[in-house]
């Protein structure tokens, strides 16, 4: 059967990685895989194409798709729009339309790139953690929002801005139904990470966490404080094996984690529904000082499509093919910038792509 893949680069480095990405995609064919892409505009590109972050028929598409590849979206030109109107926008709201609400963050260290972590190559060496990030809700989506005038601290009308932390029952049960599955498939550890101490809304978080906890008796389950999980993350991240946690505490967590494996151009990510239908993006953003120059690692995206593959395809065999070639890669020394330590061989965006599809076919 013919898999249809929605294409949505987006802006920044967005577009010179997706390329790289379809480019491994296209090698897949020899293999026997079948599939087709279409592109369509997402973030600032689809403002400019359609005024709109998420423009409807890049919403259908997606929709209709049997899985989305996304690049990055956001710019500094786009930043004083209403905001609405941006980039960020059509990125939330495609994860809220097609009820994307477990995302899975993996940082694991190449062995080859322990030298490119900022943390000492004994503290990272091993490190495989699996973020599972619930990404529709949170204080990203909670209402009420917004700015608005009110008396402020010496009794004048001054502006408010405010945002709601919110979770329901079954939004927390769900998300860590997901999280207990994958831990059951990997160490059998799950760490939750919440702020109960302070936050009603954590405390509900972790009431449920422990209630699912109980169809899973194989799966050791504690608990963590965000800050004390940031903090542990750096000094003994080989402690945890799947962290679930909600939005804004796992889109902090995961970029700190990705700098343990060392540069957060490694990281890719996975976005599902309750059917496992998803979306697939590195976790790094667009990168606008950098874009166009050709320097971006394609990497993240092309282990963006491995997670692909793996939970939205059921190809887990082209998964492990392009993962062995993207360890061949590291081994035969190629680096982009963000990657390269001395005595390896640096290069550009396109020639990662190529050399990834070249340790495919050889
Ligand atoms: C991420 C990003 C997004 C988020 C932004 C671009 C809206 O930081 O995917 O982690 O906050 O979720
Ligand atoms: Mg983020």
């Known amino acids: ?32 895989f079948n599939f087709e892409t279409e592109q369509a505009a997402i973030g600032g590109a689809g403002y400019d194409a359609a005024g709109d972050p998420l423009p409807e028929a890049s919403l259908k598409l997606a929709k209709h798709a049997d899985a989305v590849l996304l690049g990055a979206v956001g710019g500094p030109h786009y930043d004083k729009l209403p905001r609405d109107l941006r980039p960020e926008r059509g990125l939330l709201r495609i994860r809220k339309e097609l009820n994307l609400f477990a995302n899975l963050r993996p940082a ?39 700015i608005e005038t009110r008396p402020g601290l010496n009794g004048q009308r001054e502006r408010v801005g405010f945002n709601t932390m919110l979770y329901s029952e079954s939004e927390v049960r769900r998300v860590a139904h997901v999280a207990f599955g994958i831990a059951m498939k990997r160490r059998g550890q799950l760490c939750s990470v919440e ?11 972790k009431e449920i966490v ?24 750096v000094r003994a991240p080989k402690q945890f094996d799947v962290i679930v946690t909600g939005n804004i505490f ?40 950098i874009a166009g120059q050709g320097i971006a690692n394609p990497l993240a995206t092309i282990l963006s499509v491995v ?16 993962d062995t070639a993207v360890q061949k890669v590291l081994a035969q020394g190629y680096r982009t910038g963000d990657i390269y330590t001395e005595g390896t061989n640096r290069v550009g965006t396109a020639a ?5 599809v070249a340790a495919l076919r050889g």
């Not at 702020?195 to 954590?202: G, M, P, Q, T, Y």
């Not at 997670?307 to 392009?322: G, H, K, S």
């Not at 990662?352 to 990834?356: E, I, L, P, Q, R």
Request: hydrophobic fraction near 45%.
């Open 108 to 146: 694991l260290l190449y062995p080859e790139l322990a030298a490119a972590s900022s943390l000492k190559p004994e503290v990272v060496a091993g490190l495989d953690i699996m973020i599972v990030r619930e990404l529709t809700g949170d204080i990203y989506f909670g209402q009420p929002r917004g």
């Open 250 to 289: 796992g889109d902090i967590l995961s970029d700190e984690a990705s700098m343990l494996t060392g540069s957060i151009g490694m990281l890719p990510s996975a976005s599902l529904d309750e059917s496992n239908k998803g979306m697939y993006e590195p976790i790094h953003g667009s990168a606008p000082d």
């Open 352 to 356: 990662m792509g190529d050399a990834v």
């Open 210 to 233: 422990i209630e699912v906890s109980k169809e899973y008796p194989d799966v050791a389950l504690s608990h963590m404080y965000v800050d004390n999980a940031a903090m542990q993350l």
């Open 307 to 322: 997670m692909m593959m793996r939970y939205t395809l059921n190809e887990t065999v082209l998964a492990d093919r392009i």
């Open 1 to 32: 059967m013919t898999k249809r893949i929605a294409v949505l680069p987006g802006d920044g480095i967005g577009p010179e990685i997706v390329a790289e990405a379809v480019k491994v995609l296209e090698a897949l064919r020899d293999f026997g």
């Open 195 to 205: 702020k109960a101490n302070v936050l009603e809304c954590s405390e509900l978080w």
